[in-house]
Every structure is written in C-alpha cells, then in structure tokens.
C-alpha cells in the first residue's frame, strides 16, 4: 500500500509530465501509428488556414454518415410526403449533430481515447459488453442499409441485369479498396472519402439543377418551423429523419478519428487549438452534408408531392418506362424509396436523372459502409482490447454485416424493402442512448476531461438535447411497434423493453453522478480514475 506521501507525489509527477501509463488498462491501437503532423506558425494567429487544412478529413469523414442510403431514403420520402414543410427539421437536426460530434471530438482530443476505449475503463464488465452489442447492432444495421444502397444503385445502372445479391456481393470489394487505401496513408484514404463527397455533391445537385425547386419555398421551408395540413405521416417522417441524421456509431467513430492528428495533449493550447479546429472542419463538413440533404428534399418535394401512383404510373407509360408496373393504378398518394426514387426521376426528367441518381446513391452508399467499417474497427478493437491484425478485423466486421444482408437480398426482390428499411431504422434509433448518455457523461468528468470538461450550460443544454433525441426516437419505435397489429410482438416487446429501459437508467445513473448529482452515489461504487491530466506547465512564447 502507497503511503499519502508517496501517492502525492506520484500525483504531482504525473502533472508535470503528463498521464502516468498504466499497462493493464492502455488501450490497443493499431491505426494512426504515423499521424499527421500540424504546420507551427512563425507568428501566432488567430486563424491559419494552413492549420485547418491539416485538420481537415476527420470531420469530413464523419459526415458521411449524414449522406448514406438511408439518409437519402428518409431525404426524398420527407419530400414526396410533406413538401419543403420539414426542412426545419432537417436543418435542427443537423445542428443537434454537430453539438453531439463536438462532444465526441473533444473526448478523442483531451484523452488520447476514443469513446469505446474509456467506456472499456470506466464500466464493469457486463455493463461493457451490453453496451458493445448495442453498438455492433448499430453498426450491422447501418451497414446492411449501405450495402443495399449499393446494390439498388448497381441493379439502376444495369438497366435490372445485375440482381440484388449480385449487387451485395459485388460490395464486397470495398473492403479490399479500404484496406488498400489505408495500407498507403490516412490522407489518400480522407481524399478518396472527399472525391466521393464531391461525386454526390454534383449527382444531387444535377438533379436539384433540373427539377429547379422554387427557391423562396426551399428557404421558407428551412427557416420557418411551421408544418400546417400536417398529419400523422408528417409526424412520423419529421421523427424519421432525426433518427436518421443522428446515428449512434457515429459518435464512436469520430472520436477514434481526431486521434489522427499528431497533437501534444500535455500542452493545454494546443489542445484547446485543435478542439477550435475541429469544430470548425466540422461544421463545414456537415454544411456541405446539409446542402446534398436539401438538394434530395426539394427534388422530390417539387417534382413529386401530392402526387398518387396513377399519375406517376401513366408518366412513365407514356416514356417507355420498363418499370410503370411499380405503381399501382390507384389515387393513393405516391410512396418511394431509393429504387423508386430513381425510377420516378427517369420517366420525369429523363434516363440521365436516373442514371446520375444511381451513381449518386453507389457514391453514397461505397463511402458510407467504408466508414462503417472503421467503425466496427474502433468499436471492436476500444471494447474488446483486441490485438488482431488489421485485416482480421475488417473481414470479420464485414462478415457480420454482409452475411445478414445477402439473405435479405436473395429472399427479396428490390422492389419490396421498405420494410425492412423501416425495421433498421428503428434498430439504430434503439441504439442511439447508448452513444449519447457516455459522450455526455465522459466529457461532464473533469478528473478525465480537466479543463475542457462541460461547463453548466452544455451539462444541462446536453442533457436536456439527448432527452429530446432518444424520446424522438423512442416515440418513433413506439409507433413502428405499434402498427404491425399483433399481440406476440407486443408481449416480446414489454419484455424486452423492460431489460431495455433498465440498462438506459444504469448508464444514466452514471450520467447523473457524472453531471454532479451525488446524492445518488449511495453506494460510492462509481468510481471515474483519472486517465488523463493536462499539463498546466507555463506556455512559451515562440
């Protein structure tokens, strides 16, 4: 046992020279050996944009996250269903993430961790392993939407002759691209993301440019948060595209992705300098995310809302379209998804919109399940400490995300999975408290955070948001429940949602005594080790 003397000066030592190595609980990394170093100015500044350039990749990566299928998907429905009446939604939405990001950025930054690798240290056991197959669910979900994504977007191009599972496996090879691409340096790697941001940026904004939205309806509908003749549906597809937007691995991933940055974390400027730079990366990452998002919705709400299958059945008679069977001869209102998406846009504006339109969708869908795979990378290795090789681990991820998708897609057509959009919706909004209620308990801790731990305002504006979200989508679960009518399903799920509900209050108990309740520490069993100190050494003039 360490004598008070001993402990004190063992304390002061590791203020002096930074965190103190602890063996058993250093997390295992085998990425960023080589990080990217940060340009020194010759004069301080207060802005260099040769430093923001440095910074630059982690933040655009993260947003790629806010343009998969799935985002698309919920972008165009949004359209058809209400108009520009939800882009206010969209917009909130977007903030909301940033704020969050900015959450997972600044743990990455001041602790050298990632989320994944303090949940590892700071929950027991059990509580650790829940939480690692919440997210791994999250993340298969997510993955299976993607992989879908790009075989919708193979069988468009096509013209139907590449099948669904052929379009699956054909994703495969992107695992290979990833790992060749990662083999030769994390800047090709952020600039291949960026090339494919870019593909996207110019595939939906072709298509923005030929439906040609009218533009005082796209801002009245982002900047007036009014939905009036709104409905059910409505309701529904505003709580759809929050959980949409807001994904639980993706809070994981960027905070495993600043650690590329070659920062002195025992120099309290430079830290507080790449935390100001990578909010700023950031929020122009999720602009350019924001405006391929509004490009999609005012697309569909233009061209498509109010309009029923029969309209849109005899349009693509009338061109010849091979895929008028689609739409039913009735006057419902018109449903879509990506494939009808792209569908609809052909017989409307022509083969090219549909052809843009899918490489589009395969630019979205190849970037979006390669950062799924960095994901389940950081989730994996933080969790479980494991020490496998690199392409040991992006074959099994892959693995668990392909195998559940290709049966989907040999025992469904392409023209039948809504439904299962649907349910892998629900499925990440399930997970999502278990991304929010960590980030905002880790970063609420100042023996892990110091200085740069919350202050009041963003312990209880964060909290108060992250109850907004996680009853946003509850109450789209809830609904989704609901309308499948059946008693077996509704008995499974009050039990699940017993052990649900329970484990969400455990880890908000934690949150709790994080944020300073500690009157609920009754038993003083929470115990938060330090795993970070900054140096407080005076800072030198250079």
Known sequence: MKTEQEEDAAQEAETQSGPVSDPQHDPVSTYFEQKVPIPEDDVPKLFSFRKLWAFTGPGFLMSIAYLDPGNIESDLQSGAIAGFKLLWVLLGATIIGLLLQRLAARLGVVTGMHLAEVCNRHYPTVPRIILWLMVELAIIGSDMQEVIGCAIAFNLLSVGRIP?????????????????????????????????????????????????????????????????????????????????????????????????????????????????????????????????????????????????????????????????????????????????????????????????WAVGILAAGQSSTMTGTYSGQFVMEGFLNLRWSRFARVLLTRSIAILPTLLVAVFEDVQHLTGMNDFLNVLQSMQLPFALIPILTFTSLTSLMNDFANGLVWKIGGGLLILLVCAINIYFVVVYVTALDSTVIYVCSALLSIIYLSFILYLVWHCLIALGVSCLDFRRSVQYPPAVLVDEEPELDS
């Open 164 to 356: 669904l599972w052929a379009g699956v496996l054909i994703t495969i090879f992107d695992t290979f691209v990833f790992l060749f691409l990662d083999k030769y340096g994390l800047r090709k790697l952020e600039a291949f993301f960026g090339l494919l941001i870019t593909i996207m940026a110019f595939s939906f904004g072709y298509e923005y440019v030929r439906v040609a939205p009218d533009q005082a309806e796209v801002m009245k509908g982002m900047f007036v948060p009014y939905c009036s003749g709104c409905g059910a549906a409505q309701l529904e597809q505003a709580v759809g595209i929050v959980g949409a937007v807001i994904m639980p691995h993706n809070i994981y991933l960027h905070s495993a992705l600043v650690k590329s940055r070659d920062i002195n974390r025992g120099n309290k400027k430079e830290v507080k300098e790449a935390n100001k730079y990578y909010f700023i990366e950031s929020s122009i990452a999720l602009f350019v995310s924001f405006l391929i998002n509004v490009f999609v919705v005012a697309v569909f709400a233009e061209a498509f809302y109010g309009k029923t299958n029969m309209e849109v059945g005899q349009k693509c008679n009338e061109t010849g379209s091979p895929h008028s069977e689609l739409f039913p001869a009735n006057n419902q209102t018109l449903e879509v998804d990506i494939y009808k998406g792209g569908v609809v846009l052909g017989c409307f504006f022509g083969p090219a919109a549909l052809y843009i």
